[in-house]
């Protein structure tokens, strides 16, 4: 189901909870990072039990890059969250919703 959503819900819960329920784009990110967090906790927990964790200290550099951009994505959108109006955020949601669409039917 997480894999469904998207990462903290930005290809399917967010959009749906702007166009279906019409909440404002900064309500809906925060929405969706309140239904992710159960989840991820979860699924951490399952995969900690199965040793399903032992891929990442095989891979530990992009392990490590992506934290990075995880954590640096995160402050910054966290600083960033007044700063924009949703006339900006909806219109840049669909562009990169677009872009993931079309990178997704091209991958093999």
């Not at 159960?38 to 890059?65: C, E, H, K, Q, W």
């Amino acid at each position: 189901m997480a894999a469904i959503m998207g990462v903290a819900g930005g290809e399917l819960l967010i959009p749906t909870i702007v166009l279906l329920f019409g909440e404002g784009i900064k309500t809906a990110g925060s929405l969706s990072l309140l239904v992710s967090l159960p989840t991820m906790l979860v699924a951490f927990a399952r995969y900690s039990r199965d040793g399903s964790f032992a891929v990442l200290g095989a891979n530990l550099r992009f392990t490590v890059t992506m934290a990075a951009g995880s954590i640096a994505g995160a402050v910054l959108g966290g600083l960033l969250l007044g700063v924009f109006p949703d006339l900006v955020l909806i219109p840049a949601l669909a562009v990169i919703l677009l872009v993931s669409a079309v990178k997704l039917a091209r991958h093999d």
